[in-house]
């Protein structure tokens, strides 16, 4: 009887959870598309989660600020947010139940104290979307920009370019969203308008614009003004050439998904202060590696400081391999990705100077492709020039996760059995392996195993990037 009394409690426990957890996702969906404000717990979106997801997340809580999160306590915080004149904000909702529980403030007057200058912000202008190419990088960030456009005042994707499209074409690549080997379904609903030559994603309609010659592009045809362009096709990479998206009618910012050559390198968390929003017209956002290591880099040359180190980055295969054996420009890119482990060049290292100044100089840095088609791997073995112990440096990446500038960027992962498949999908671009660090007796010697999803995790910060760079980044309380 014992135990059949304790089985019932804990059943009715779950539903009470479950149903609060309900309660939660329509607070956080409210508020999305009422006000624009963005829900989030520890980084990590709410909008489209289940119940389940939602509890789990409360769980996840644990290894970040110590304790699981009641769920009736973020259900009342929601609450008590919706009585706010709060619009246009990202909050982490996480983070500030766990900080009102610990403080004596109802929850109304303890967001009056934290969030005041959220109160009654202008309402954002919104800025149109071109992206140029369709590729990996290209659909993912259509899938997340059209996620994130919620009522439509921030960024909004108006036209995809590419070279040539057809109705024929313009259905395989409505098949290309809709469904992906790796990241599963698009959670929405995807219409092809033949006539328009145009697919009608989640009710929105986004035009395919054939664009053999980026200088004769006429975006103003469909509606589309100042916008910015989000260059993914990896056919620019330089100043000159980007510089033709500009002579189009229609844009007037360009962001290169790859490193660029004569512009602004830019990992978001860690230099996108050196960015002129007014006189910036192109930049880069760097690569999916140098977006993995940067901020981790950044933490340790600002807290131990930087000696030399070594890089070398274990990297799902790509599109530029082949699938068997063939002609390559690059001998060993050439032998058949998913058999082999391939020795390749990485320039992840060196570019790192643009965005941490005199930090490259001191890197080494090479790469092997590996038979996975997604999810990489960077290890970083560092000279400190100032000595510790690894309860400090786990520490000081744990608050780095936690507070500060790169909140976004950094996941503190506590899990002794990480592999590869478990971080697709993660929104941070460098995962740090807790259970992996090691540290040398001296407490000088450090490695570092940093993983990260090389598509959807960079994806995230291509859009962050963009949002920051057409200024409609949201204000945000991390």
């Not at 609450?79 to 929850?107: C, M, P, Q, V, Y």
Request: aromatic share 6%.
């Amino acid at each position: 009887m014992i135990a059949q009394k304790e089985y019932s409690e804990k059943v009715h426990a779950r539903i009470h959870a479950e149903r609060m957890a309900v309660d939660i996702i329509a607070c956080v969906h409210e508020l999305f598309y009422d006000r624009g404000v963005e829900i989030v717990m520890f980084r990590n979106k709410l909008i489209d989660c289940n119940a389940s997801e939602v509890l789990e997340l409360h769980q996840y809580a644990k290894s970040m600020v110590g304790k699981s999160i009641d769920v009736d306590d973020t259900l009342e915080m929601l609450h008590a947010l919706k009585k706010t004149a709060i619009e246009n904000a990202k909050l982490d909702i996480g983070r500030l139940t766990f900080e009102w529980t610990n403080s004596e403030d109802s929850a109304e007057a303890f967001i009056v104290n934290q969030l005041s200058d959220f109160f009654g912000s202008a309402p954002a202008t919104p800025r149109d979307v071109v992206l140029f190419g369709f590729g990996r990088i290209g659909r993912l960030l259509a899938r997340e920009l059209i996620v994130q456009e919620g009522s439509g005042r921030q960024l909004r994707l108006r036209a995809v370019a590419v070279r040539s499209i057809d109705a024929q074409s313009l259905r395989k690549r409505a098949s290309l969203l809709k469904i992906d080997s790796v990241h599963g379904a698009f959670p929405g609903t995807v219409m092809v308008d033949e006539d328009k030559l145009a697919l009608i994603v989640n009710g929105r309609p986004i035009y395919f614009i054939a664009t053999p010659d980026p200088t004769k592009a006429d975006y103003t045809t469909y509606g589309i003004e100042n916008a910015l362009l989000i260059d993914n096709s990896g056919a620019f990479r330089d100043k000159e050439a980007l510089g033709k998206h500009l002579e189009g009618k229609g844009i007037d910012k360009v962001l290169l998904t790859a490193p660029g050559k004569g512009i602004k390198n830019i990992v978001h968390g860690v230099n996108q202060h050196t960015v002129d929003v007014k006189l910036d017209a192109i930049i880069s956002a760097a690569s999916c590696t140098t977006n993995a290591i940067s901020p981790v880099l950044k933490v340790v040359n600002d807290t131990f400081g930087i000696e030399r180190g070594h890089l070398e980055t274990i990297h799902a295969y790509t599109n530029d391999q082949n699938l068997v054996d063939n002609m390559h420009k690059k001998y060993r890119r050439g032998r058949a990705a998913a058999l082999n482990m391939v020795i390749t060049e990485t320039g992840a290292g060196q570019a790192v100077d643009k965005c941490i100044p005199g930090l490259g100089e001191k890197l080494t840095s090479s790469a092997i492709r590996v038979p996975v088609p997604n999810g990489s791997l960077a290890i970083l073995n560092l000279q400190l020039l100032k000595g510790t112990n690894m309860q400090e440096v786990l520490e000081v990446f744990k608050e780095a996760a936690l507070n500060g500038p790169l909140v976004e960027q950094i996941h503190f992962n506590t899990s002794n059995e990480l592999v590869s498949s478990d971080i697709v999908g993660n929104p941070c671009p460098s995962i740090f392996d807790t259970n992996a660090t090691q540290l040398s007796a001296d407490g000088q010697s450090l490695t570092l195993y940093i993983w990260y999803d090389n598509e959807y995790g960079y994806s995230r910060q291509v859009v962050r990037l963009a949002k920051h760079f057409a200024q409609v980044r949201r204000q945000a309380y991390y």
